[in-house]
Structures are given as structure tokens and as C-alpha cells.
């Protein structure tokens, strides 16, 4: 079992960066795979990245790629994502997610890979 509470969320301008954080509870999440999803106001939830236990392997959404960064410090418990040149369209709750131990592959890119979830945090960029 893994417990998610994500931080870093804010209201920037286009153009400026952010932090996420994950920290995790519990023993496995060093050996979870994590990601990051997103979910705007009237739209679905959809994947942003995601990072593989020993952080040997990430996979980004098109939208995201050469902007945002994903990483782990296994030590910490803390997953992070990284978020440079913002747009508007980046705005939504951003969530944290854990997969079940040593699952990973190219596509675990939807939420029915990751069984726990953090409650959120809220994202908004203005332009």
C-alpha cells in the first residue's frame, strides 16, 4: 500500500516554472513505478509522465516533452515533476500516481496502471 500527497501547485504566469512533489508513504514505493496526470476542468483525467522505480526509464505526454522533467529520490520517498515554459493550457489539478511493485513498460501511460492516487494539487496558469 502506497500513500500519495502531492505539493508545489500555484498560479503563475505563462511562461515561469514549477515543482511538483509526491511524497509517498509506505515500503514499496521504491519499487513502484510513478506518474503524473493531469485533469482539467471539464475534461478527462490524461497522462502527463511517467518514471520507473529506479528511474532507469521515463515516458512524457507529446504535449509535455522538452518542457517538463520527471525524477525520484528513492531516499526521500519524493517523486518530482518539474515544470518549465508553463501555458495556459498546462492549467488543472495535477495528480500523483504509484503503480503496483516492478510493473513497467513503454505504455503505462493510463490511469488503470496506477492503482493509488494522491488528492491533487492545483495548477493554474494565466497568460
Known amino acids: 500500500q502506497v500513500q500519495l500527497v502531492e505539493s508545489g501547485g500555484g498560479l503563475v504566469q505563462a511562461g515561469d516554472s514549477l515543482r511538483l512533489s509526491c511524497a509517498a508513504s509506505?515500503?514499496?514505493?521504491?519499487?513502484?513505478?510513478m506518474g503524473w496526470f493531469r485533469q482539467a476542468p471539464g475534461k478527462e483525467r490524461e497522462f502527463v509522465s511517467a518514471?520507473?522505480?529506479?528511474?532507469?526509464?521515463?515516458i512524457y505526454a507529446d504535449s509535455v516533452k522538452g518542457r517538463f522533467t520527471i525524477s525520484r529520490d528513492n531516499t526521500k520517498n519524493t517523486g518530482f515533476l518539474h515544470m518549465n515554459g508553463l501555458k495556459p493550457e498546462d492549467t488543472g489539478i495535477y495528480y500523483c500516481?504509484?503503480?503496483?511493485?516492478?510493473?513497467?513498460?513503454?505504455?503505462?501511460?493510463?490511469?488503470?496502471?496506477?492503482?493509488?492516487w494522491g488528492q491533487g494539487t492545483q495548477v493554474t496558469v494565466s497568460s
Open positions: 500516481a504509484a503503480a503496483h511493485t516492478f510493473r513497467w513498460g513503454p505504455r503505462m501511460s493510463t490511469i488503470f496502471d496506477y492503482p493509488y
Open positions: 509506505g515500503r514499496t514505493f521504491s519499487n513502484s513505478a
Open positions: 518514471i520507473n522505480w529506479d528511474a532507469a526509464g521515463t
